[in-house]
């Protein structure tokens, strides 16, 4: 297992994101929950730990590093996927015209919005309703 993780920094030595994702899916490290779809994003981020150990003056990565950073890419994608779902909700309540709908999608925990005061959603309401109209009319 040593030889393939050090072949695995070698790669990442490269900084060719398509040979990382190939050593990712090939490689016999056993990395637990891999998502063919971040391939992408799993490369540029190690790229990045790779070269900042190297910074530090570590060797290389190690297996578990490599193990956390695909797990953290896989948050920041579901945390992506959740805000976008929690946008389209903001959207289909300002649609609906009612400023307490609009404030229970604001409020949404997966819209990650801090400082939202139930005591304004009217403003909150007219001006994201505003806003959204001016920007259809634009594109």
């Not at 909700?89 to 015209?97: C, P, T, V």
């Amino acid at each position: 297992m040593l030889s393939a993780v050090a072949v695995l920094n070698e790669v990442l030595d490269t900084k060719d994101p398509q040979a990382v994702s190939e050593q990712l899916t090939d490689s016999p490290l056993g990395f637990t929950n891999i998502e063919q779809d971040n391939l992408n994003r799993y490369a540029d981020m190690l790229i990045e730990e790779r070269a900042e150990t190297l910074s530090k003056s570590q060797e290389f990565l190690t297996w578990n590093d490599v193990q956390k950073c695909i797990d953290m890419v896989n948050i920041q994608v579901q945390e992506e996927h959740e805000r976008i779902i929690a946008i389209a909700e903001i959207n289909e309540a300002l649609n609906s015209g009612d400023p307490q709908q609009t404030l229970a999608a604001l409020l949404l925990p997966t819209a990650k919005l801090t400082g939202v005061n139930p005591a304004t959603a009217q403003h909150y309401h007219d001006v994201l309703h505003y806003t959204k109209r001016r920007l259809c009319q634009v594109a």
